[in-house]
């Protein structure tokens, strides 16, 4: 069982409201991209159809263009939470922005559930440049968000140093948890005191050991009630080096080294009192997954190569993005299954090399290995509980 059979039976069973025969062309759609990524043309010639190359290009286009999929589009990020989180209560969620154009004219807001190994994309738009970081996009945003979420699925929310106080107290408004970074030159006070001074000033109490720092107010123009936690790993020994083995002294190289450099300082809602310093590092070391699902959509060589498409309709793009999480979707259950049936790839010489890949990149090489259906029904059903198991929740008591 392939993509086009996962999603058709994810859409016939949760969206029966969709046209059904919207319902096969997206499927049928996703298929393809498994092996043409997300370009339309690309697409266009993978399509399994009797027709001639235009007619198939056309399909697709006519699709992404589609305005009821993208009245849909809430419905079917909706039905794969639903699936995903139904039997978790409690879930940790990355929230980020990435440009999804070389010139920065689109910008991807996305929301996804930190598994082992990858994150989930539960739910994303995409927005102009002069919308990038604007309150009212993340409010919408993660009211959307909310109504996607199961009822009972409490949500942690973790972000970078990007978002700053008006997107914490968004979040206290509509009753998330959240984690997320301070830098830079952000101001912070004691609760118990009067004296604002620059987050950076704490850095040299961090230790390798999590420290709870207590309570404070962050940012003096618009304060916000946070606990901060204080945290520094271990130096790893990594440096950038060129090819001749020196150093790198690029701008942007020693720039990147001096911010890898720096501890976590860390905001924590009121709410998760209940967590212990320990605890809120280990929720906020899963944020960097969701920089991975960002390469795994735009990346051209191991991923769904979305820098291939050259459309510039936000309407066109979102359509894509939907098409990639569905991707993603059956992707997860495909790797899971192949894994299970004992599939391997082996690079060189040493057997074991097989296992250092992700359940995304076995799924796109079993994907190229068998193009008819070769897994059974049980065997995806059986994925889909590992799937389930394997998202990263928390002990929480309250």
Not at 115 to 138: C, D, K, M, N, W
Not at 372 to 387: C, G, M, V
Request: with cysteine.
């Amino acid at each position: 069982m392939h993509a086009r059979q996962i999603i058709q039976r994810l859409l016939g069973q949760e969206c029966p409201s969709i046209h059904a025969k919207r319902r096969a062309c997206l499927a049928q759609i996703v298929q393809a991209a498994a092996r043409a990524g997300l370009g339309v043309v690309r697409i266009g010639k993978q399509l399994r159809s009797q027709t001639s190359l235009r007619h198939r290009i056309k399909c697709c286009d006519r699709l992404l263009s589609n305005p009821h999929l993208a009245k849909e589009r809430v419905q079917i990020y909706r039905a794969m939470s639903q699936r995903l989180l139904q039997s978790r209560q409690y879930v940790q969620v990355a929230v980020d922005w990435s440009e999804i154009r070389a010139d920065g004219s689109a910008q991807l807001l996305r929301a996804a559930a930190i598994i082992e190994g990858r994150a989930f994309t539960l739910y994303e738009e995409v927005h102009p440049q002069e919308r990038l970081a604007a309150s009212l996009v993340h409010k919408c945003f993660m009211k959307t968000l909310k109504t996607i979420l199961p009822a009972h699925c409490r949500a942690i929310i973790i972000t970078d140093a990007g978002f700053r106080a008006t997107w914490f107290k968004t979040l206290n408004q509509l009753g998330f948890g959240w984690v997320g970074r301070i830098r830079n030159r952000d101001l912070v006070c004691q609760q118990n005191g009067n004296d604002w001074f620059g987050c950076k000033s704490l850095y040299s109490r961090a230790t390798a050991k999590a420290r709870d720092l207590g309570y404070f107010f962050h940012v003096r123009s618009n304060p916000v009630d946070c606990r901060l936690v204080l945290y520094k790993s271990k130096s790893k020994g990594r440096h950038c080096l060129t090819k001749s083995g020196q150093p790198a002294r690029a701008r942007h190289s020693k720039k990147n080294s001096a911010a890898q450099c720096e501890p976590w300082l860390l905001a924590v809602s009121p709410a998760l009192a209940q967590l212990r310093a320990d605890d809120i590092i280990k929720i906020y070391s899963g944020r960097m997954q969701i920089e991975q699902t960002f390469r795994d959509l735009k990346n051209a060589k191991w991923g769904m190569a979305l820098r291939h498409s050259q459309t510039t309709s936000l309407l066109r793009l979102a359509a894509l993005l939907l098409i990639g999480a569905l991707l993603t979707y059956a992707l997860w259950l495909i790797g899971l299954a192949a894994r299970a049936a004992g599939y391997e790839v082996h690079y060189g010489s040493h057997p074991k090399a097989g296992s250092c890949l992700s359940i995304f990149s076995l799924a796109m090489h079993w994907v190229d290995d068998y193009r008819r259906p070769r897994l059974s029904p049980s065997a995806i059903k059986y994925a889909f509980i590992e799937l389930v198991s394997m998202v990263r929740t928390w002990e929480f008591e309250g």
